[in-house]
């Protein structure tokens, strides 16, 4: 029974950096792609970044493109989502999930069998 538990979360100003963390448990993932999710008010969860078992990684296109970074450490246990240049958009609940999506598949919410709780982001002005 595979647990994930995401930390990291907070208020940051715009412009500041932030670096979120998942903590994995009680399975192996091996195989499994990690996938960071967020969810604002009011709007549906999206893809933000995935990383898989082998270290691939694919990032949502769009404004957050290119101030995410998601890596993993060397035992798999623990996956990071930094972000840098914050803003006011970014502010969300963010989630990691587990799941063995394909390919063209990385950014659907259904293809994650494991969720974490989320973690809050906040971004002031």
């Known amino acids: 029974q595979g647990q994930l538990v995401e930390s990291g979360g907070g208020l940051v100003q715009a412009g500041g950096s932030l670096r979120l963390s998942c903590t994995a448990s009680?399975?192996?993932?091996?195989?499994?792609?990690i996938g960071w999710f967020r969810q604002a008010p009011g709007k549906e969860r999206e893809f933000v970044a995935g990383?898989?078992?082998?270290?691939?990684?694919?990032y949502r296109d769009g404004s957050i493109k290119g101030r995410v970074d998601i890596s993993k450490d060397q035992h798999e246990n623990t996956i990071w989502l930094q972000i840098h240049r914050l803003a006011l958009e970014d502010t969300a609940t963010y989630y990691c999930a587990a799941g063995r999506p394909t390919d063209t598949r990385v950014w659907a919410t259904e293809k994650y069998n494991y969720w974490g709780q989320g973690t809050q982001v906040t971004v002031s002005s």
């Open positions: 009680g399975r192996t993932f091996s195989g499994y792609i």
């Open positions: 990383i898989s078992w082998d270290g691939f990684t694919r």
